[in-house]
């Protein structure tokens, strides 16, 4: 299984005055720097939690339809945005219909099943055979984005503020406990599944 998130989120779940408010840093004259490690918590605090927070286009590639249910990883599914693309028996490139799949955006992970009665197409035996488009995170805002996981990113933000080198006054510089204790919490075992 393979994502890459092929169009980002519009914007950053903190704006630049968000952040600076919280570094309780004044002056414009490091807003790039810091818009740069607004994006970088972002970033990791998605991989941490294994979710989309602001609206972006991901692709899934995986090896083979399962035998049932495909569970979509980074939560919260909105859409299915084109047809599944796979790669038949013979080498050929073929689209699934959006009528020959059900797709399921209220569960979390959201879900993909073959329309009732109805199985998944044979795949050619290889790598990323079958390849799933789709959009997720909470909203196309920022405000859409849940308290907890914007404070996550402001938590990894100070981090990275203050922590700019790996190695600090002889000390290994550790990711802060507070944010552990922030997102651990929302696992859920299907999703803990996909990174396993």
């Not at 692709?59 to 495909?70: E, G, K, S």
């Not at 959201?110 to 199985?119: S, V």
Request: proline share 7%; hydrophobic share 40%.
């Amino acid at each position: 299984m393979s994502i890459r998130v092929t169009s980002p989120p519009g914007v950053e779940p903190l704006s630049i005055a968000e952040a600076r408010d919280h570094l309780r840093y004044e002056d414009d004259d490091c807003d790039e720097e810091i818009l740069g490690l607004i994006e970088a918590a972002r970033q990791k605090i998605e991989e941490w939690e294994w979710r989309a927070h602001v609206t972006q286009t991901i692709q899934l590639t995986i090896d083979a339809f399962p035998c049932d249910v495909i569970w979509v990883p980074r939560p919260r599914l909105q859409r299915v945005t084109s047809p599944i693309v796979y790669v038949d028996g013979d080498g050929a490139t073929q689209t699934l219909a959006a009528d020959q799949y059900q797709v399921d955006t209220r569960s979390e992970p959201g879900r993909i099943r073959p329309a009732y009665g109805l199985a998944w197409p044979a795949t050619r035996d290889q790598f990323a055979a079958v390849t799933i488009t789709y959009v997720a995170g909470y909203g196309d805002d920022a405000g859409d984005v849940p308290q907890r996981t914007k404070q996550a990113i402001k938590l990894m933000l100070g981090h990275l503020w203050r922590n700019r080198e790996a190695v600090g006054a002889g000390r290994l510089a550790e990711v802060p406990l507070t944010i552990d204790a922030l997102l651990c919490p929302c696992h859920d075992e299907r999703v803990l599944a996909f990174v396993k």
